[in-house]
């Protein structure tokens, strides 16, 4: 089957969603919506379930941390349609100090792990998860180091400091 | 700072309410167990032979690739990009690299296109003789991993003609390679199409129809096509299900449209299917090997790069020589240039599945996040699940069939 459109498949959200799903630019060929963490798991849901639409492949859950922005935690989903061969990219921004999401576990298997992995990284709380524990850390760990205020390594290392490039 | 705080959970016993007196046992299958083929544990509770429930435990080779990553150049993302799937490491450096020029915009000269399709198939062969080899020695079959284990020495004896390095390859730059492959690569390139085709054969005649392997792996951990994809797996194993999902075809990257080849597919998705498909897909490359050859007769000698002095290290002589490459090289290396603030998605077909890089750009000289969507991660999490009720030594063959590879499963 052919492609679909950004036009007929942000129509065809707009339709189902109104206002709810806004688009976003600066993404390379891949239609990017936003949207509220109220309406994320209906927006999937609805992709998933169209027979029109058939995002069936959830590809990627992950966070972004936006530190300078007001609602400073985004979490991003790549979902693929297998039929109509097309992607999109769905972003929702939560509060970085509060982030609480509902869990995609409901819809695919899959997001588990994906899910826990943001939660290990970013703090991201996903409710209604099985078994939100972390994933790759340490379970003793005390920070989420992905977020931004996290430095690689100790800034006051005065061994590694280049003054002539200002590294 | 963050008030953020996790809630600790250290050091929970996984199967706190075992009772002796049912005779559960609890067996930790690794870290180190050989079967294993990385560092990963599985905490099963086993009733005699058979697995009543699993927990997996990974992160033991974690190294923070995405938070280093967000603190490099992109030059330098290369080489953590070595250290995911290091079975066949041209294919995460050809996505690296393919990622950035998707950012940059660079279009890339068709003769570098197919020199990259040559490696990126090279290596897929790499993995999945090293999966389909080790997969015959679990069955208790070890002859065949040698017959095919010296070829992936000819594999990497290619590698290391082309870049230098064998496991770690580190190959090719953004916008191509760092030099030009020579006569002798292509001599050996030329020489592998032709041996390895009856090498193969020889190796399928040992295992296709032997009795023990097919009752060892013939409807062993069958997956069906909806649970597979409720899963997101990707990959050999999600073809092996008879889904026909193959980013190479369905988004063609790397001129894959120009080419000619075929998407084995399974039917019951089990150990047997996975292997099949593995062995199939190998053949393809082949085929995909010998016509880019074909076509790099018809395209200029001698063009190994695009033409982007501002995204490509200019070689040495010329920055010792020449007053644009010095600048050039100055600006690269000191991160002048200038990426769009953009994000982009790029997927590739890894050895084990989708491999995908979710880079987000602000216009500095690293990423501000990038993100690996790893086909091991993701093909992984239905392993605890699918093990219960399954027999320990068939838990051991299908691990070894997904063909999990620690360094892409903790990244």
Redesign the interface.
């Known amino acids: 089957m052919a492609k679909l459109d950004h036009e007929t498949l942000l129509g065809s959200l707009h339709q189902q969603f109104g206002d709810k799903i806004n688009k976003l630019e600066g993404a390379f060929g891949l239609l990017t919506i936003e949207t509220s963490k109220d309406t994320i798991i209906e927006v999937l849901r609805y992709l998933k379930m169209a027979p029109e639409l058939q995002f069936i492949y959830l590809t990627d859950i992950t966070a972004v941390h936006y530190p300078t922005h007001d609602l400073s935690m985004a979490v991003v989903y790549h979902v693929h349609s297998l039929v109509n061969q097309t992607r999109i990219r769905i972003k929702v921004f939560l509060d970085g100090m509060k982030p609480e999401i509902p869990s995609a576990t409901v819809l695919w298997a899959g997001a588990n792990w994906m899910e826990r992995e943001t939660y290990d990284f970013f703090g991201v709380i996903f409710t209604g998860h099985p078994d939100l524990r972390r994933i790759l850390n340490v379970d003793d760990m005390d920070v989420f180091p992905m977020r931004k205020e996290y430095p690689l390594e100790d800034p006051n290392r005065v061994d590694k400091k280049d003054f002539f490039f200002g590294r | ?6 809630k ?5 016993l996984i199967f706190e309410d075992n009772d002796p007196q049912e005779e559960l046992v609890t067996l930790n299958l690794g870290p180190t167990h050989p079967a294993t083929h990385g560092v990963f544990q599985n905490v099963l509770q086993i009733d005699g032979e058979r697995i009543v429930s699993g927990v997996s435990t ?2 033991y080779i ?1 190294r ?1 690739f ?3 990553a ?2 490099r150049p992109y030059y330098q993302i290369t080489p953590l990009t070595d250290r995911l799937n290091y079975c066949s490491s041209p294919i995460n450096n050809m996505g690296w690299h393919m990622t950035v020029e ?2 940059l915009d660079i279009e890339i000269p068709k003769r570098v296109q197919y020199m990259r399709v040559i490696i990126m198939e090279l290596a897929r062969i790499a993995d999945h003789i090293i999966c389909n080899g080790i997969l015959g020695v679990d069955t208790g079959a070890f002859s065949g991993f040698l017959y095919v284990m010296q070829e992936r020495e000819f594999i990497y004896e290619i590698f290391e003609e082309i870049c230098g390095a064998r496991l770690t390859t580190n190959i090719g730059r953004i916008g191509g390679f760092e030099r030009d492959f020579n006569a002798i690569a292509f001599d050996k390139i030329k020489a592998f199409v032709k041996r390895y085709p009856p090498i193969l054969r020889e190796f399928e005649e040992l295992f296709n129809r032997n009795r023990i392997f097919i009752d060892r792996t013939s409807g062993v951990a069958a997956v069906d096509p909806e ?1 597979a ?5 990707s990959g050999p194993l999600l073809r092996a299900t008879g ?1 026909d ?1 193959d980013v190479r075809a ?2 063609p990257y790397s001129s894959y449209e120009d080419f000619d080849f075929d998407i084995p597919v399974g039917e019951n998705g089990d150990v047997y299917d996975r292997y099949m498909v593995r062995n199939e897909e190998m053949r393809q490359s082949i085929r995909i090997i010998a016509q880019a050859l074909e076509k790099l007769e018809n395209e200029p000698k001698g063009v190994f790069h695009a033409d982007v002095p501002e995204f490509y290290l200019p070689p040495k002589e010329m920055v010792y020589n020449n007053m644009e490459a010095l600048i050039y090289h100055f600006k690269i290396v ?1 991160g002048e240039i200038d990426p769009p ?5 790029h ?1 590739v077909e890894g050895a084990n599945g ?1 491999l ?1 890089f ?1 880079l ?1 750009s602000d216009g500095g000289r690293s990423p ?2 990038l ?1 690996f ?1 790893r086909p091991s ?2 093909n992984y ?2 392993y605890a699940p699918m093990s219960s009720g399954m027999l320990l030594s068939d838990a051991i063959i299908n691990m070894s069939s997904l063909n999990v590879i620690a360094g892409e499963l ?2």
Request: aromatic share 14%.
């Open positions: 700072m963050s008030e953020l705080k996790p600790l959970t250290a050091n929970h990974i992160g974690h923070a995405e938070k280093i967000e603190h998707k950012l649970t994809l409720s899963y997101s797996w889904i999902y369905h988004e000191m603030k953009k994000e982009v998605y997927a989708e995908g979710y987000i501000y996040r993100h969507r991660f993701i999490q239905m903790d990244a």
